[in-house]
């Protein structure tokens, strides 16, 4: 958990060797460059008050928003500061914007007064930004000092940003109708740009493709809820839920269609024709709608990679027919939290390993695992997290052969839903298995090991992908998954230690100096310096150091 800082504090650490370890401790990962910019601030607090103040966080984030460079809480109010080297008119405009883009954010904490400014550190200039007219305004230090007094009692020491849980600022559209309505929710300036993009484009077609949990089904529902198209046609290839429907009657331009009833409708009367979860399509669906791309903006929202669940259904004709600059990447997850998809995609390639600030023990408590050596011992596990709120998820199943769920067929009691039933949804919690109808394969990526008609590795990645802040998983009948699973992304497996490159320096008293730099499974440098004597022993994973005798 971040630590707030004081003035004071950083003044007394900025510059001296101790720095780099005080921000750790702090667990502030930030740049040198932000250092001096906080540093040239608290001098002119100081010096010009000499007074100190508390509570201050550096860059505070939330993934799907521009970082937020200094900010301090009260009870009561909100103090954001943004740096800049120079302010022109071109940056003042930057600034304005980002910050419009983070008011939803700033205001979900309901304080009674929220301070925005900017800092530019050459000049030593500031400027406060008016809510009400959304502009710039010139400011000064006694300001910013003014703000900060007033507002000096009842400091929060927790950074209420860094600290928020994905479902306060996103939503699941279809789930979550009156908060979609009413526009709570934010989206990056990725998915505002591709908007913006698709509205102002020319009839034709146009793609918008990512991994679970880069926000496609908010995007194509965010689109369509735009005042600039007439009439439009909402195909989605997953089972049409209630929500849909009340979404219909909000949205008088909008219709909501199932993939299957696609030559219903006169596609001609159309200006815009949405298909999310596209990579479902068939050929003939897609060429279907690919004739009219002369009379509408065909918009196909896919996931070319873990979504596509049946033989019979294609993502890949989508990519030869969409032209390069109509087509859209969304790269970050913005829907579950980062441990959740570092589990995730790790599971499904061994070999991906998560980003450096993925702490280890916070992924295993966010990951609740279990072993079963069958699915009738699994149940009361199931039952348990079902008590505590957990949805479960199964796979679709298959109604010609044999599949994985029907092991658990007159087990579980009410219907459950399945893969294709929250296809484009999210949930709070999620507890879903997997067993030996999945393998991996000899490069540690996940393959199909079953006869099922459904790509029963990709359910899997869909149900495990669906979690915003607990993720429980049943391993049944599957070994090799489960310790595959421990002793890699768990990193229970402590075999790396004797394979590291190890240098020997001996010194003139007799002595050896050990240097062993180990580029860890978080991608973070350690270099360890050791002295012992000559004789080293080994017992397979482990170096012994003795003294000589």
């Known amino acids: 958990m971040k630590k707030s800082l004081t003035l004071k504090e950083f003044l007394s650490i900025y510059g001296k060797n101790i720095l780099k370890k005080s921000l750790e401790y702090h667990e502030l990962d930030i740049k040198e460059r932000e250092c001096q910019n906080f540093a040239t601030f608290g001098r002119l607090i100081i010096d010009t008050y000499h007074e100190d103040f508390t509570g201050f966080f550096l860059d505070s984030e939330i993934g799907i928003l521009p970082d937020f460079d200094l900010i301090r809480y009260t009870k009561n109010s909100i103090f954001y500061m943004d740096f800049k080297d120079k302010a022109d008119n071109s940056t003042l405009d930057k600034v304005k914007n980002k910050f419009i883009k983070q008011l939803p954010v700033l205001h979900s904490f309901n304080k009674e007064n929220v ?92 793609g918008v493709y990512g991994s679970g949990g880069t926000g496609k089904t908010l995007l194509a529902l965010h689109l369509v809820k735009q005042d600039r198209f ?76 873990h979504q596509i669940l049946s033989s019979q259904e294609n993502g890949q004709l989508l990519n030869s027919l969409i032209d390069n600059h109509n087509l859209f990447k969304l790269e970050k997850n913005v829907r579950s939290n980062a ?29 609740d695992l279990k072993y079963f050596e069958n699915k009738q011992d699994a149940v009361t596990w199931i039952k348990e997290c079902q008590s505590k709120g ?16 029907d092991g658990f067929s007159g087990l579980l009691g009410a219907e459950n839903p399945n893969t294709h039933a929250i296809i484009g949804s999210e949930l709070d919690k999620v507890v879903t ?41 049943a ?19 402590n075999r790396n230690i004797h394979e590291l490159p190890i240098t020997l320096e001996s010194s003139s008293d007799g002595e050896y100096t050990l240097r062993i730099t180990q580029k860890d499974l978080n991608d973070m440098q350690a270099d360890v310096t050791t002295k012992f004597t000559k004789e080293i022993s080994k017992d397979g994973r482990t170096l012994t150091f003795k003294k000589s005798i």
């Not at 839920?241 to 219709?255: T, Y």
């Not at 159309?270 to 003939?284: M, P």
């Not at 957990?390 to 769920?405: E, F, H, K, Q, W």
């Not at 391993?475 to 497996?493: K, Q, R, T």
């Open 339 to 367: 441990y959740i998809s570092a589990f995730v995609e790790e599971v499904f390639n061994l070999r991906k390993k998560p980003n450096k600030k993925i702490d280890i023990y916070r992924l295993r408590d966010t990951i």
């Open 475 to 493: 391993i049944i009948n599957n070994p090799d998954m489960y310790e595959a699973i421990l002793n890699v992304v768990f990193e229970l497996d």
């Open 230 to 305: 007439k009439k439009v046609a909402f195909f989605f290839t997953g089972n049409l839920r209630e929500g849909h429907r009340e979404l219909e009657e909000a949205l008088d331009n909008v219709k909501f269609f199932r993939i299957k009833d696609l030559f219903v409708p006169s596609l001609d009367e159309y200006d815009l024709i949405v298909v999310d979860e596209a990579q479902r399509l068939k050929s003939s669906q897609i060429k279907t709608l690919d004739r009219q791309k002369n009379n509408s903006k065909v918009v196909f929202f896919y996931d070319s990679v």
């Open 390 to 405: 957990y949805s479960l998820l199964l796979p679709t199943g298959d109604n010609r052969n044999i599949a994985s769920v």
């Open 433 to 473: 298995y997997v067993d030996e109808c999945i393998k991996y394969d000899a490069n540690g990526i996940i393959i199909k090991n079953s006869s099922e008609y459904y790509y029963i590795d990709n359910e899997f990645y869909i149900n495990l992908s669906r979690a915003r802040e607990k993720l429980a998983l």
């Open 115 to 206: 301070f925005i400014c900017l800092f530019e550190v050459e000049d030593l200039k500031f400027y406060v930004f008016d809510e009400t007219g959304n502009k710039m305004v010139d400011s000064t230090l006694e300001d910013i000092y003014n703000f900060l007094k007033n507002y000096n009692s009842d400091i929060l020491n927790n950074d209420l940003i860094s600290d928020m849980k994905p479902k306060q600022y996103l939503i699941d559209p279809v789930r979550e109708f009156d908060k979609f309505i009413n526009n709570q929710y934010v989206l990056s300036s990725c998915q505002n740009s591709i908007v913006n993009s698709i509205a102002n484009g020319n009839h034709g077609l146009y």
